[in-house]
């Protein structure tokens, strides 16, 4: 049972391009959540969603940023003209319950290196 | 004030030596907390649960103190491979957003030879 992927492990972008990160989690979760570690930081919570629907959006940038877990398919983080600050690890946890109702039920990506030039 | 404090270290110990840190938070309603380890740009992963009775897990001990809102890490006999960032991570209830979930920015511990 393959755990929680993510790619692209390392991304490059330009200021003002796209960037986008992929999120497949462990099979047979339907929960996934998305975080941000800045360097010399700990993780922050972005966004919480089910299969088609967002449940917890409140850390997440108002601008630029959003996110979608389809029916079929991964989990994406979008971020749209990015800046230098956005540089930081995208970590994806998922879980089989709702809300990984316990911490202990969130498992964890090996996360996306983002770096903003 | 942060609502979860640790000492960001680094602490650099000898192998074999026992080593202790603290993490304080700042809610009083948090009710579960956690001790996460992260190796250099990986995922953390859960070391251990803290329970109110504090608990052990091998060299590893847990203890909570809500009184002065503190979780402590203790680890005994410490190897090599202890070398790592030790995240706590603090949250109300159990059933509550995820979005409540808290992580210290962690403890930086290497160990030598």
């Known amino acids: 049972n393959a755990g929680v992927m993510q790619n692209p492990r390392h991304l490059v972008r330009r200021r003002g391009q796209e960037a986008r990160l992929r999120c497949s989690p462990m099979k047979g979760h339907s929960h996934v959540y998305w975080y941000r570690q800045l360097p010399e930081e700990g993780l922050k919570f972005m966004v919480y969603l089910q299969k088609e629907n967002i449940i917890d959006e409140s850390g997440m940038p108002k601008e630029r940023f959003s996110a979608e877990f389809p029916k079929e398919g991964p989990s994406i983080l979008r971020i749209q003209q990015v800046v230098r600050g956005d540089s930081a690890a995208y970590f994806c946890a998922s879980s089989p319950r709702p809300q990984g109702a316990f911490l202990d039920e969130q498992f964890f990506g090996p996360g996306t290196r983002l770096t903003v030039l | 004030r942060k609502e979860v404090e640790q000492d960001p270290g680094p602490f650099n110990v000898p192998e074999g030596a026992t080593v202790a840190f603290n993490c304080t938070y700042s809610n009083s309603a948090s009710q579960s907390f956690f001790w996460y380890r992260q190796d250099c740009r990986k995922e953390p992963k859960l070391l251990m649960s803290?329970?109110?009775s504090g608990n052990e897990d091998g060299r590893f001990t847990a203890q909570l103190n809500r009184a002065s809102q503190y979780i402590s890490l203790l680890i005994r006999d410490s190897k090599l491979s202890d070398s790592a960032t030790y995240l706590c991570?603090?949250?109300?209830?159990?059933?509550?957003?995820?979005?409540?979930?808290?992580f210290g920015s962690g403890t930086r511990l290497s160990i030598r030879p």
């Open positions: 803290v329970y109110s």
């Open positions: 991570v603090v949250r109300p209830g159990g059933y509550s957003s995820a979005s409540k979930i808290i």
